[in-house]
């Protein structure tokens, strides 16, 4: 399972980035490998207002629905409509093309992960 | 799937297996004075007597010819051919309970696939369900599927007042909790389209007018982010009338009793949603879907599951867990033998039927209400409450229903392919008799 090491984590499977006041998110490789064939990705609205936990969309395989949820308080500021037709990609690219959600944000969870934090709690998990 | 009662023996077993002696002390937690000891039923009647109570109870009921039945109002009376009977109690269909499991299921799974591909056909939409408990409720979840749709932001209805007063009830009853805003409108002028999510529109209306203005209202819509629904209840008017999907509807939402099921006390009625491919994760109910088995071959199974409660949980578009299959079933089987021309030459000849009465009935000096054309249902106004009761009870007396009481002065009066010309000819010469 890859845990790239410049990246945080969330308790949820969720991956983010910070660049100053900007955060990018996506679901990691053991979030959907556990999902299996992802079909579908449905997004929040460009401009919503957003809560730490608030839950902003869906990723749907040929099994289960997952909600994910917003590390930061901020607003939705682009989401990637790259891959609404081909979001089998969040399977083979869940780090680079299939990001989920980027955010202008204020605040961020105060409960991300680091990489090596966050390979604990798969292992403890499991 | 057998229905096995408990034997007396069962019972002793699985009572000993939790330690216990008997039933008494099973339900000892519920408190003596909620207890019921002695209830004042019967003991119980013979099959054959229990059949000579139900009889003399049925005797009661005043039965009209189909074709001597004018009454409409949502529910319509036309020929089943009696194939769709023999079909439909075969006990593969007839019995069979939530025959869902493609292992087992596929000749249901199939009928239920055909129902969606002719729904689809018919409403001129992308996308249907495997039908509903009825139109009423259907029309209340498509608003349900609007709303998810426009990510539950806004909750006003623009809402027509020829709209059939129980379906208005009915989508009140389910959509109140979700804070909806019914809007009455009595003409498009009317509308105001700020802050809305949709507006309904019943074609033919509540008094069977046909509105030709509704290219315009979806053009409308569509400029205002508003989501537009179609209501069919006589579903036998898409034989005439332009598709919801060809008019610009985003929704459609059909009453199929009419399609292939007898009209009786209650029931059986179905609805169903159809929709443009964008709703699709939106729309409740059951949907099936066409695949390949592990050998290649075509074959059925439920699909897009994940909308569904068993694995969405309290997010699932809809609490709808099943879908009205046998009456789905019967409306397959109908509109198979029918085919589109039959159901064409159906509709025009009810149509024609309809046309033929009110003409009569405005010779007669009546005045006949609606708005452009109507399908197979028109109002007719008599000069008094006294004129409008005489000839209902005449038209009862020769075993005539004559439609429904609105209003003080009115009758809504339905007319089918059932009702024939000289039974027509007779309700017009009692009403002439009567005036």
């Known amino acids: 399972m890859k845990v790239p090491k410049n990246l945080f984590y969330t308790k949820d ?114 | 799937m057998p229905y096995t009662p408990h034997t007396s023996e069962d019972i002793k077993l699985m009572l000993k297996s939790i330690g216990i002696n008997d039933l008494e002390e099973l339900f000892k937690s519920i408190p003596k004075e909620f207890k019921i000891n002695n209830l004042n039923i019967a003991s119980g009647l013979s099959e ?22 004018f009454l409409g109002a949502g529910a319509y009376s036309h020929y089943i051919p009696s194939a769709v009977n023999h079909i439909t109690l075969r006990s593969e269909f007839y019995t069979a309970y939530t025959p869902y499991q493609p292992e087992v299921s596929q000749g249901t799974l199939q009928a239920i696939f055909e129902f969606q591909t002719m729904m689809c056909r018919l409403t001129g939409m992308d996308i249907s369900n495997a039908s509903m408990y009825d139109g009423a409720t259907a029309l209340a979840e498509s608003v349900l599927v609007a709303y998810k749709y426009k990510r539950e932001k806004k909750k006003k209805i623009l809402v027509p007042s020829n709209l059939h007063p129980e379906y208005l009830s009915v989508m009140k009853n389910y959509l109140n909790p979700f804070g909806m805003e019914f809007v009455v409108f009595n003409s498009y002028d009317d509308c105001n389209y700020d802050d809305v999510l949709t507006i309904i529109i019943q074609n033919p209306d509540f008094y069977g007018n046909i509105d030709s203005k509704l290219e315009s209202v979806t053009k409308k819509a569509r400029e205002r982010d508003v989501v537009s629904i179609y209501l069919a209840i006589e579903a036998t008017s898409l034989g005439l009338l332009k598709s919801p999907g060809e008019l610009g509807f985003d929704i459609s939402v059909l009453e199929i009793q009419t399609l292939g099921n007898p009209i009786a006390f209650g029931g059986p009625h179905a609805g169903v949603i159809t929709a443009k491919k964008e709703f699709m994760r939106n729309l409740p109910g059951r949907i099936v879907g066409e695949t390949k088995d592990a050998n290649g071959e075509r074959a059925f199974v439920l699909t897009l599951a994940t909308r569904e409660q068993h694995i969405r949980r309290e997010k699932a578009t809809s609490n709808i867990c099943s879908n009205q299959a046998l009456v789905a079933l019967r409306t397959v089987i109908y509109l198979t033998l029918m085919g589109e021309n039959g159901l064409k030459e159906l509709a025009k000849t009810s149509y024609n039927h309809a046309h033929y009465l009110k003409e009569k009935l405005n010779e007669l000096g009546l005045s006949i209400i ?61 009403v002439k008799g009567a005036l």
């Open chain 2, 370 to 430: 609606y708005n452009e054309d109507f399908y197979n249902e028109f109002l007719v106004k008599f000069n008094s409450k006294e004129k409008r009761d005489k000839v209902c009870t005449k038209l009862k007396e020769s075993n005539i229903l004559s439609g429904l009481k609105i209003d003080e002065d009115k009758i809504l009066v339905a007319v089918t392919e059932l009702n024939t010309k000289d039974v027509m000819d007779k309700y017009v010469e009692i």
């Open chain 1, 13 to 126: 499977h969720e991956w983010v980035i910070i660049d100053g006041n900007l955060a990018t998110m996506g679901i990691t490789d053991h979030a959907q490998s556990q999902l299996g064939d992802i079909v579908f990705v449905e997004f929040p609205e460009e401009g919503t207002e957003v809560g730490v936990g608030d839950s902003i969309g869906v990723v749907e395989s040929t099994k289960a629905v997952s909600d994910y949820y917003s590390p930061v308080v901020g607003t939705v500021k682009e989401v990637n409509n790259d891959i609404t037709d081909e979001p089998d990609k969040i399977n083979s690219d869940p780090y680079g093309a299939a990001w989920l959600v980027k955010f202008k944000f204020t605040e961020k969870s105060d409960e991300l992960m680091s990489p090596e934090e966050y390979e604990n709690y798969l292992k403890e998990e499991n």
């Open chain 2, 48 to 69: 054959h007597a229990a059949s000579n109570v139900v009889k003399k109870l049925s005797s009661k009921n005043k039965v009209y010819d189909s074709s001597k039945m």
